[in-house]
């Protein structure tokens, strides 16, 4: 599952569209309704620690897990600026390990769809649960099957002065996995280009199939929001973020 390893040098200037504090308003919002207004907080595939930074800003006490070390080391130089007390764990979602449990887990920004087996959905909810204090609360978002379908056989390009990329995608409607290989070109200090290429899959799920995984791995699923809003999923959503409950453990 290793992904955005060149594309780290970059990956914030080319994400520079998305509010991230808007973001984490709204998933802040849905910690407090769901009980979690502070305490030790798991951000599952942090990547540069965007959202971890803010969590952390709001008095959580933030670990961030990601599989990308070029990106831990962005976010470990934020970490290092803003002074907060935030430990980064090098490690696969599939096969993560803490010290103890936490109140809560939180994954964004489309990373769990980065999950493209069912059984690996199921290992990952496993584990979560797991870590989770009794009743704690997993919140985390999808990409929806309508998206990838709008993104279908596409082309993006973007050029900046730090470097520029090219999207190719593609999207199979019978496995429902997306693909899209970037090739990116990254200004160096000599001022030259470094060309560099990436291929991700993603997977697209639907909402019966998330509740089975959660269920299998011993979870409940408490609500199913259209994204940034307390809305039921539209036919046209992008993106869904669900918050499930321990189950199981006692106080």
Known sequence: MASYESFAQVYDTFMDNIPYDEWCAYLHSLLVQYGVSDGLVLELGCGTGEMTERLATLGYDMIGVDNSAEMLEVAQEKKDASGHDILYLLQDMREFELYGTVRAVVSVCDTINYVTDTEDLVTVFSLVNNYLDPDGVFIFDLNTVG?????????????????????????????????????????????????????????????????????????????????????????????????????????
């Open 147 to 251: 998206k990838y379908q709008a993104l279908g056989e596409s082309v993006i390009a973007e050029n900046r002065d730090e470097g520029s990329f090219i999207w190719e995608n593609w999207y199979d409607e019978k496995t429902r996995m997306n693909e899209y290989d970037l090739t990116l070109f990254i200004r160096q200090e000599s001022s030259l280009y470094e060309k560099y290429e990436e291929t991700h899959y993603q997977r697209a799920y639907e909402v019966e199939e998330v509740r089975d995984a959660l269920a299998r791995a011993g979870m409940k699923l408490e609500a199913v929001f259209d994204a940034f809003s307390q809305d039921a999923p539209r036919r046209d959503s992008e993106r869904l973020y669900f918050v499930a409950r321990e189950c199981g453990k006692k106080r």
